[in-house]
């Protein structure tokens, strides 16, 4: 079904990373995360660390540090929140540039400074080097609920059909001189966020009942790959091992 879907994402020049299985890269991800969050907010070095450690992922997967960045801006509205937290934060507090800044509210927007951008940082990577199906396809080989990866892999199919459908109707709207400039004039667009609301959901549906009359139990039958190369697994196990190492250390020497 989805097996041409290829993602913004995704970088079409293939690099090391693109060679690891897809269920090899989802787990690293994970547990990369994991160990990113549960470092402590103080142990700055450890946040260098894990930035060196994905630089060199991302240099081993050719992929441009600009592609990196301009994919970033998604964290925008987290680094805005963390910006204010400073400005209202209760607590001690600190003079800085002429500023009344609380200490608590610092340590908290560098914390979230710090680790939604290397999360970010590694979700790029994983999505700039695996396809979609690909993506799908690990999540069910590490055991994730079918449901689950159903429901992922119909919306992403299906998400192109309905961003084309509301561009479609956002034409003929523009056809027709509907130009809004005030929220009273807005109800012949909000009849067609409602049009297009009831014609995706009878779609689906018959995008399913078409499904059921052709054998489908709930799952998308699956193809028997080749396990991952042991040396993949290794790989992946030093990575996460040595990011677990980095946090256990932080809250050794913080």
Do not use: C
């Not at 970088?11 to 299985?21: M, S």
């Not at 910006?83 to 002429?98: C, K, Y």
């Amino acid at each position: 079904m989805a097996g041409g879907h290829v993602h913004a994402l995704y970088r079409h020049h293939p690099g090391g990373l693109h060679r690891v299985e897809p269920q090899v890269k989802v787990a690293t991800t994970l547990l990369f995360v994991l160990a990113v969050v549960a470092a402590p907010r103080e142990a700055f070095w450890a946040f260098g660390v894990f930035g060196m450690l994905l630089a060199a992922l991302t240099a081993w997967g050719r992929i441009p540090p600009g592609f990196v960045l301009r994919r970033m801006l998604i964290e925008i509205p987290f680094l805005l929140f963390a910006v204010f937290l400073p400005f209202i934060g209760s607590g001690d507090r600190v003079d800085v540039a002429g500023l009344s800044l609380s200490v608590g509210g610092l340590w908290a927007a560098w914390n979230i400074l710090a680790k939604a951008t290397l999360g970010a940082w590694a979700s790029i990577l994983l999505a700039a080097t695996t396809q979609v199906p690909g993506l799908l396809e690990g999540l069910s080989r590490l055991r994730a609920p079918k449901v689950i990866t159903a429901i992922m892999g119909f919306m992403v199919r299906y998400l192109d059909v309905i961003v084309g459908e509301w561009n479609r109707m956002r034409v003929a709207l523009r056809s027709r001189a509907y130009r809004p400039r005030t929220l009273r004039q807005i109800g012949p667009l909000a009849a067609a966020s409602g049009s297009l609301f009831i014609r995706s959901y009878e779609r689906g549906e018959r995008v399913y009942l078409a499904m059921l009359s052709r054998g489908y139990t709930g799952a998308m039958p699956e193809t028997a790959p080749a396990a991952p190369a042991l040396r993949q697994w290794l790989a992946a196990a030093v990575v996460v091992t040595g990011a677990a190492a980095v946090t256990a250390m932080g809250w050794v020497t913080r």
